[in-house]
Each structure stands twice: as structure tokens, then as C-alpha cells.
RNA sequence: GGCGCUAUCGUCUAGGGGUUAGGACGUGAGAUUCUCAAUCUUAAAACCCGGGUUCGAUUCCCGGUAGCGCUACCA
């Protein structure tokens, strides 16, 4: 058997093969990113194919998706997109080949044959596997059959003894005996391949040296590899990956909440974090040290593809964890310059309603920078510095924890009378502020909590300072002074109330 | 059911025949602070079980258990 491998000091050529059924989940993009991080490492290529021969189920709209969600991740391929719906004749010729090799037979069983044996067989004994039942209708008979234009699908003959093994560049030598592997389709009666065949050509034509792909296939890789044989193919490196599961540690599916890349980019998460993230899922450099001694997680793509090994796979599958996600994604926010950063809240705080000149926004985006986890967070952490008119909030948010109605209005009051004269920067205003706070006899904290609920409509915010320069002297003042007001109303009609903000 | 793979804190993981089993996320407490956040300190938290091998196993081997995967004329 010409078992060879391929030479290892070829330049590796690997892929990323999804089939356009749906959407690039999160599993597809880590097994993209680890053929990615391998092809750049190595100075390989990265090629792109797309696995579209269930035409029932591929749509464009799917390789669109695909496409983007690899964009996105900043993903790029040297090679294709490749169609398998064009390259039909490639996997007619192959099975051609693999029947000359004497390793493959028409097979002329109907779906509804086989189903029907697989019910029985089902109920009485066991194995569901096909019975080989074609396989001995001697080859000549069996070519007039398919002379006279006869259905008939193609299968590989599987040998009945032994055992076919693979040496996994992560799992190490996996074997199965051959025995379990039924005869397998490789065309349809149609003429259109399965998936088993497929691959395996286009991986051969190809010349793929790498094949980096989830672990689920790892069932598969015989009778993948049983073909190269029949082919007198050199085997490629098998390098299968563990799965991603989610919280549930099931497959991580749409239940889980989501699960497209896409999904991701909509909740505001950075690419390059996403990234990060991802690339740790399964794969480690290895306990690298920062300077503290920590396990270092915070990766730029130049580091993760110098720093990228197939040694470093794990062999267990990893549950997907939103938190680390927030986490990381939170961390490259932190990082971001703030010209870059306030580009990208842009979108997302237009598509909220909320518009702001470039200036503003440059202004606001350090306030909320280490606040938000997400870009889309900028929304609800910021929308007060943008709105006419404050959301509605509980007047009384506006009395301090330890005072009453009464000390909220003087405080206001007061403010109001500052505001109004002070010169409208953080500094001065603050620096004003405290001194009345001083004046009045109330601490920083009682002082300026009510500023901030007047202002912002809510007890927690950015900064108040800050905040309030970037709004203005004009808005301030006139939030303050409806504050003002609802207190009084609320001092007035409802002094059970008083209480109550006292306790509390 | 059959076959295959896997198994370190809740999660991602480092490590490895002799360790106080390390780090990160999350969680609790504290510090700081105009609130929140960020930051810093700190706490709780793990080697699936049973047999071997060995002076010594979490680490190596076997079995069990559990989880996951495959089991289509889907990919």
C-alpha cells in the first residue's frame, strides 16, 4: 500500500471547506481560523472551498454569509472560492477511478430498498449498515445493467477484514475496524457525489498537505483514507480539532443563543477580539508568562500566528463561555485609541437614534470606554449625552441616600446658581462644585448625587464632570432645574415619600 | 444499540511520577473613587471512580462511568 505521507517539507496548502447549508457558525470560524493561523505560520496557502453539492440545501445567499462572517474575522484565503457544483467531472472521474481500481461497484439498490432494509433491520438483529447486497453481482452483468441505462449509485467495497488506521496529528493513530465501516456511496445515482468522495478528490487535486478540521469528522477519516489508497494517493496530515460545545455542553447550536459569527458582529463584539477568544478555545501557546508571571490570554494576530502549533490543540471538546467573550472583548475596547474606537460607536449609536458630530463623539468615547463591554453598550451608557429630552426616572432618585427632599432641592438650588456663573470645563465645575458642597456642610458623594441623577436621568453614569461639559451649560441647567421641580412636587404631594428616600 | 474520541476549579486552561496543583473568566470580600466602571488586594473553587505499575500516582497502563462524535444516495 503506498501509505506515504506527503513530503513534510512541502509548503503546506490547507483548507477551509464549509458547506453553504447556513450561516459561519462559531465551530466553522475556529476551524477557518486554526487552518488561518497554520497557513501564516507556516507560509503556507490557505484555500477556500465551498461544499455545495446538497443542492437541496446550499444557497448563495449562505456563501454570502460565509464569505462576510470570514471578512469579518479578518480571515483571508489565498486561493477560490472554490464551487464543488463546478467541478463535478473531477468526482465522476474519481469514482471511475476507484471503480477501474477494482475498489468500488454500482449499486442498484432504491432508496426505498434500503430504507426499508435498514427499518427490518432495525427491528430484528442489528447492523444497519448496507448488506453489500450489489457488490456481488458479478462486474460484467452489472455493467450491462448500467449499459442499459439502469440507476445505480456508486459504492466503495470496503474490505471485509482488517482494520484502517491514521495517524491524527492531535488525536495520534486512531483505528477502525474495517468491519464497521459499511460500503459507502460515493455517487449518487444521480451523478452527484457525497460528501466521502468529494473531499477526497478535491483534497487530492488540490494537493492538500494539511487537513485541519473538526473532530466530528474524525468517523469519517476512514473511509476517506481508504480511498487515497485505492488512488495510490499519499495521505495528507489529519489534524482534527475538538468541538465547541455550548454552556450545556451540547453542540452549540442556536438554543444556546448566538451562534453565527455574524450574530457576534451585531452585538458589538471587535473582530479581533472575537479572534482572540476564539483562537484559545482548544488551543494554547503553551503557558506563556507575561511579566507577572500570569498565563498571558491577550494575544495580538501577529503574536497568535507566530506563536501558532498543532502541539498546542487540545484533545477535549471546549464549552463556548459569553463571559470570557464580554471579557476579552472588553479588554481590546480598553486598548482601542480613542479617534479608532469612537469610528466604530459611530454606527452603532446612529443606528440608536442617537446623533453626535465627530467631535462630540471624540469627546464622549473616553468616558465610556471602560464601560461598556460590548460597542453596542455605548447606546445605554451614553444615551444622555445625546438626547433632548431624559428618559423618564423616579424623582426620587434625585434625594441623597442620607438626606430628604428638602436637602435635594438646596443642593440643586444651589448648583444651579454655580452652573450658571463657573466657567463650563470638568475642572473649574468640579473644583466650584465642592466648594459649595463645603458651603452647604454635605460631602462630595450626597452633593453630587443628585447633580448626576438631574443631569443623566439615572444613579449610575460617566463621569459627572466630564459629562456635563460635553452636554453644556444650556442642558445642564435646564435639567437641573426640571429636577428642581419634580422635588418639590414630590416634597409636597407625597411626604410619606420623604421617608422612604431616607430609609432606603 | 455499535464504533470512535475525550476526562485538572462552574468555564477556558498550565503542569506533570514526589508541586502549597499555577493562571484567566465568572463569583465573594476589601481598597480607591462623585456613582458606575476600570484598577489593585484578597477569598472560595479542580486532578471522574476503581484497580494495577511504582518507594511514590493527578500524571503511566487497564477497567468502569460520564460526555461528545459518527452511525444517510447530508456535509
Known amino acids: 500500500?503506498?501509505?506515504?505521507?506527503?513530503?513534510?517539507?512541502?509548503?503546506?496548502?490547507?483548507?477551509?471547506?464549509?458547506?453553504?447549508?447556513?450561516?459561519?457558525?462559531?465551530?466553522?470560524?475556529?476551524?477557518?481560523?486554526?487552518?488561518?493561523?497554520?497557513?501564516?505560520?507556516?507560509?503556507?496557502?490557505?484555500?477556500?472551498?465551498?461544499?455545495?453539492?446538497?443542492?437541496?440545501?446550499?444557497?448563495e445567499a449562505m456563501v454570502e454569509g460565509i464569505l462576510d462572517g470570514m471578512r469579518w474575522l479578518g480571515l483571508t484565503w489565498d486561493e477560490g472560492p472554490f464551487y464543488q457544483s463546478k467541478r463535478l467531472d473531477l468526482y465522476k472521474e474519481t469514482a471511475a477511478k476507484i471503480v477501474a481500481s477494482g475498489n468500488a461497484y454500482p449499486c442498484f439498490c432504491t432508496k426505498e430498498d434500503l430504507e426499508q432494509r435498514r427499518k427490518e433491520a432495525a427491528e430484528a438483529g442489528r447492523p444497519l449498515?448496507?448488506?453489500?447486497?450489489?457488490?456481488?453481482?458479478?462486474?460484467?452483468?452489472?455493467?450491462?445493467?448500467?449499459?442499459?441505462?439502469?440507476?445505480?449509485?456508486?459504492?466503495?467495497?470496503?474490505?471485509?477484514?482488517?482494520?484502517?488506521?491514521?495517524?491524527?496529528?492531535?488525536?495520534?493513530?486512531?483505528?477502525?475496524?474495517?468491519?464497521?465501516?459499511?460500503?459507502?456511496?460515493?455517487?449518487?445515482?444521480?451523478?452527484?457525489?457525497?460528501?466521502?468522495?468529494?473531499?477526497?478528490?478535491?483534497?487530492?487535486?488540490?494537493?492538500?498537505?494539511?487537513?485541519?478540521?473538526?473532530?466530528?469528522?474524525?468517523?469519517?477519516?476512514?473511509?476517506?483514507?481508504?480511498?487515497?489508497?485505492?488512488?495510490?494517493?499519499?495521505?495528507?496530515?489529519?489534524?482534527?480539532?475538538?468541538?465547541?460545545?455550548?454552556?450545556?455542553?451540547?453542540?452549540?447550536?442556536?438554543?444556546?443563543?448566538?451562534?453565527?459569527?455574524?450574530?457576534?458582529?451585531?452585538?458589538?463584539?471587535?473582530?479581533?477580539?472575537?479572534?482572540?477568544?476564539?483562537?484559545?478555545?482548544?488551543?494554547?501557546?503553551?503557558?506563556?508568562?507575561?511579566?507577572?508571571?500570569?498565563?498571558?490570554?491577550?494575544?495580538?494576530?501577529?503574536?497568535?500566528?507566530?506563536?501558532?502549533?498543532?502541539?498546542?490543540?487540545?484533545?477535549?471538546?471546549?464549552?463556548?463561555?459569553?463571559?470570557?467573550?464580554?471579557?476579552?472583548?472588553?479588554?481590546?475596547?480598553?486598548?482601542?485609541?480613542?479617534d479608532e474606537l469612537s469610528k466604530m460607536l459611530e454606527p452603532v449609536l446612529s443606528q440608536a437614534g442617537l446623533h453626535a458630530t465627530t467631535e462630540k463623539l471624540l469627546a464622549v468615547t473616553p468616558l465610556i470606554r471602560e464601560r461598556i463591554k460590548t460597542l453596542n453598550d455605548a447606546a445605554t451608557v451614553a444615551d444622555f449625552l445625546f438626547v433632548d429630552k431624559l428618559a423618564p426616572y423616579d424623582a426620587a432618585d434625585l434625594i441623597p441616600q442620607k438626606g430628604d427632599a428638602a436637602l435635594a432641592v438646596r443642593i440643586l438650588g444651589k448648583t444651579r446658581d454655580v452652573l450658571g456663573q463657573v466657567d463650563f470645563t470638568s475642572t473649574s465645575m468640579e473644583q466650584a462644585l465642592r466648594e459649595a458642597a463645603t458651603e452647604l456642610g454635605v460631602k462630595a458623594g450626597p452633593m453630587f448625587q443628585p447633580i448626576r441623577v438631574a443631569v443623566s436621568g439615572r444613579k449610575n453614569a460617566p463621569p459627572l464632570f466630564e459629562s456635563m461639559e460635553v452636554m453644556g451649560r444650556e442642558v445642564c441647567l435646564k435639567r437641573i432645574g426640571y429636577a428642581e421641580e419634580r422635588l418639590k412636587l414630590l416634597a409636597a404631594q407625597e411626604p410619606a415619600l420623604q421617608d422612604k428616600g431616607n430609609e432606603s
Open 129 to 338: 449498515m448496507y448488506n453489500r447486497r450489489c457488490r456481488r453481482i458479478p462486474r460484467e452483468v452489472a455493467e450491462a445493467r448500467v449499459a442499459a441505462g439502469e440507476p445505480a449509485a456508486i459504492r466503495f467495497a470496503v474490505p471485509v477484514e482488517g482494520s484502517t488506521s491514521f495517524d491524527d496529528a492531535v488525536f495520534g493513530k486512531v483505528e477502525f475496524a474495517n468491519a464497521e465501516i459499511e460500503d459507502f456511496v460515493l455517487l449518487r445515482s444521480d451523478g452527484i457525489p457525497t460528501y466521502h468522495l468529494s473531499v477526497v478528490a478535491d483534497d487530492i487535486d488540490m494537493r492538500l498537505t494539511h487537513i485541519i478540521r473538526g473532530a466530528d469528522h474524525i468517523s469519517n477519516t476512514p473511509k476517506q483514507v481508504l480511498q487515497y489508497r485505492a488512488l495510490g494517493a499519499p495521505l495528507p496530515v489529519f489534524v482534527h480539532v475538538p468541538l465547541i460545545l455550548g454552556p450545556d455542553k451540547t453542540r452549540l447550536s442556536k438554543r444556546h443563543g448566538a451562534t453565527s459569527v455574524t450574530a457576534y458582529k451585531e452585538m458589538g463584539i471587535v473582530p479581533e477580539a472575537f479572534r482572540n477568544f476564539l483562537s484559545l478555545l482548544g488551543w494554547t501557546p503553551g503557558g506563556l508568562k507575561d511579566e507577572n508571571g500570569k498565563d498571558r490570554e491577550v494575544f495580538s494576530s501577529a503574536e497568535l500566528i507566530a506563536l501558532f502549533s498543532l502541539e498546542g490543540i487540545s484533545k477535549s471538546n471546549a464549552v463556548f463561555d459569553n463571559d470570557k467573550l464580554a471579557w476579552f472583548n472588553a479588554e481590546y475596547i480598553r486598548a482601542l485609541p480613542v
Open 1 to 59: 500500500m503506498p501509505d506515504g505521507k506527503l513530503s513534510p517539507s512541502a509548503t503546506p496548502r490547507v483548507r477551509f471547506a464549509p458547506s453553504p447549508t447556513g450561516y459561519l457558525h462559531v465551530g466553522g470560524a475556529r476551524t477557518a481560523l486554526f487552518n488561518w493561523l497554520f497557513a501564516r505560520h507556516t507560509g503556507g496557502t490557505l484555500i477556500l472551498r465551498i461544499e455545495d453539492t446538497d443542492f437541496e440545501r446550499s444557497s
